[in-house]
């Protein structure tokens, strides 16, 4: 796998920048909102497993947080087009040979993201950690770029729920 997805290559986002936005890290939820700000009207791409991963942890908060956060994120997702993708039986017989530092999860990752010649984005310490992988972290910022103002409006009301991204690495990328 080599160490950078192709230059104009498809940006794959995980979990932890999609829900990176609501961070409770400052530094991580301006990388995040920036991230995703710098793409209105652009698109990035996510395999179906990163969403699912989102509404769980999202589910898990009380239903006056999922609330607040769900119409940010509906908009969001109209106004940043999110490829959905599922895995290829190419994609799934290339994770077997992704090294091991990681789980299974995030071998099919980067599995898919390496065959469709694109760079995952991702905040895991873990994924950021591999040398030879096309993994790379959204810039840090010192300001943050804003939404359009209707999102932004809904950005800050979404601000109620606050996750901590630990949550998301450990058990996806835990050691096999």
Not at 42 to 57: E, F, H, P, T, Y
Not at 122 to 147: E, H, I, K, S, Y
Request: hydrophobic share 45%; net charge negative; proline share 8%.
């Amino acid at each position: 796998m080599s160490a950078a997805g192709r230059p104009g290559g498809p940006e794959f986002v995980d979990a932890t920048v999609f829900l990176g936005m609501n961070a409770v890290d400052e530094a991580h939820r301006r990388a995040c909102a920036s991230f995703f700000a710098e793409r209105v009207d652009g698109r990035v791409a996510m395999s179906l497993d990163q969403i699912g991963r989102c509404d769980d942890v999202v589910w898990s908060y009380p239903r006056a947080e999922q609330d607040a956060y769900y119409p940010f994120m509906d908009v969001l997702q109209t106004d940043v087009r999110v490829d959905r993708l599922d895995w290829s039986e190419d994609e799934l017989a290339v994770a077997r040979d992704v090294p091991r530092p990681v789980g299974p999860a995030a071998r099919l990752l980067l599995a898919m993201v390496a065959a469709r010649g694109g760079t995952l984005v991702t905040l895991d310490p873990r994924l950021l950690a591999l040398t030879d992988a096309p993994v790379a972290a959204p810039p840090a910022r010192r300001g943050r770029v804003p939404f359009p103002a209707e999102l932004e409006l809904l950005y800050h009301r979404s601000l109620v729920l606050r996750v901590d991204l630990a949550r998301l690495w450990t058990p996806a990328c835990a050691a096999v």
